[in-house]
């Protein structure tokens, strides 16, 4: 099954900001958006964001997730050196009846 | 508190079957749909399998279907990932997660379990 499309890396400075991309199709991220997780080394997916910045309770809103056409971000602000981690975009295809990830990409605070 | 509990996942030679389970507490499993995502070592999330609320309604990636089956014991509280005809490549941390409507009704996997090891390798 095809997949959503991230940048593998993406690197800022401490306290700047960062946008993530997720790039799908109009039968995955083009109808209802995608989700955002974390994910640190060595523990478990944490949702950061329903579809359609919807983001959960406890969630920082230095998070916030937006969409435009076909693609998703992820924009977290102020980063802080505990952002450093591996970030997936998901979403539910229509087409495919079923869900997607992305390849991943990992942020790295400088 | 909302908790899942993995547990099963063990080294299996190739074609050997294996059941993953996953505890769940603090909610009611009859009123979410559930999932199964794997990890392969050093790799991104894949998506294995989701179980509709209702417990029938099942969804399969490609890559596993007619291999694997997920089901649940609402008894129990515990959902289940029959694996058989397992391959090398099935190899990865199996997590356990819950889906869960959003404030303005999308979904997302918003609980995951710790996920548990299964080594296919002769």
């Known amino acids: 099954q095809a997949g959503l499309t991230q940048p593998p890396s993406v690197s800022k400075d401490l306290g700047r900001t960062a946008t993530l991309t997720c790039a799908g199709n109009r039968t995955n991220v083009g109808n209802e958006g995608a989700a955002w997780l974390q994910q640190h080394r060595g523990h478990p997916p944490k949702l950061l964001s329903f579809?359609?910045?919807d983001r959960p309770s406890g969630i920082s809103d230095r998070f916030s997730a937006s969409r435009s056409g076909n693609t998703a971000s992820l924009t977290i602000t102020g980063l802080q050196p505990e952002d450093e981690a591996d970030y997936y975009c998901s979403a539910w295809d229509v087409a495919l009846t079923g869900w997607l990830f992305g390849g991943g990409t990992r942020l790295t605070v400088l | 508190e909302v908790l899942l509990v993995q547990s099963g996942g063990e080294l299996v030679q190739p074609g050997g079957s294996l059941r993953l389970s996953c505890e769940a507490s603090?909610?009611?499993?009859?009123?979410?749909?559930m999932t199964w995502v794997r990890q392969a070592p050093g790799k991104g999330l894949e998506w294995v399998a989701n179980l509709y609320k209702d417990g029938r309604g099942t969804f399969y990636a490609d890559s596993v279907k007619g291999r694997f089956t997920i089901s649940r014991d609402t008894a129990k509280s515990s959902l289940y990932l029959q694996m058989n005809n397992l391959r090398v490549e099935d190899t990865a941390l199996y997590y356990c997660g819950r889906e869960s409507v959003g404030t303005i009704g999308t979904t997302a996997f918003d609980f995951w379990g710790q996920g548990t090891l299964v080594t296919v390798s002769s």
């Open positions: 603090g909610f009611t499993l009859s009123n979410h749909d």
């Open positions: 579809r359609n910045n």
